[in-house]
């Protein structure tokens, strides 16, 4: 007797699978563009507005936020030698300080000019 073929993940998805992932694409499409032009955006003001964390304040701020989440309290030690975690916590500052930047701006703040030549 032989034994029944068993799909294996190189073939393509059986037609309903296809069809609930096409729905759930089209429905995740607007979100999902919407994300990244603001992603776009800010990543622009962040190069204009020359913001730009020093690895003293990533780490500062990495340790900050570790201490506030009581999974992460004990994983520091991980996080700090985690090339992608520290990534993850230099983006964020990064987008925070940008937003602040952003915000004062809107809020009337002038912005502090680098010298030039230093």
Request: net charge positive.
């Given at each position: 007797?032989?034994?029944?073929?068993?799909?294996?993940?190189?073939?393509?998805?059986?037609?309903?699978?296809?069809?609930?992932?096409?729905?759930?694409?089209?429905?995740?499409?607007?979100?999902a563009e919407t994300r990244l032009r603001v992603d776009m955006v800010?990543?622009?003001?962040?190069?204009?507005?020359?913001?730009?964390p020093t690895t003293e304040e990533v780490y500062s701020y990495l340790l900050t936020e570790a201490a506030k989440d009581e999974e992460l309290r004990g994983e520091v030690d991980k996080l700090t030698q985690n090339r992608n975690a520290v990534e993850y916590f230099r983006h964020r500052l990064t987008r925070?300080?940008?937003?602040?930047?952003?915000?004062?701006i809107a809020s009337g703040e002038k912005l502090e000019s680098k010298k030039e030549g230093a």
């Open positions: 007797m032989a034994s029944p073929v068993t799909p294996t993940r190189t073939h393509p998805p059986p037609l309903p699978d296809a069809l609930r992932f096409q729905e759930w694409a089209a429905k995740a499409r607007p979100d800010l990543g622009e003001a962040t190069k204009k507005l020359d913001v730009n925070l300080k940008t937003l602040e930047k952003l915000v004062g």
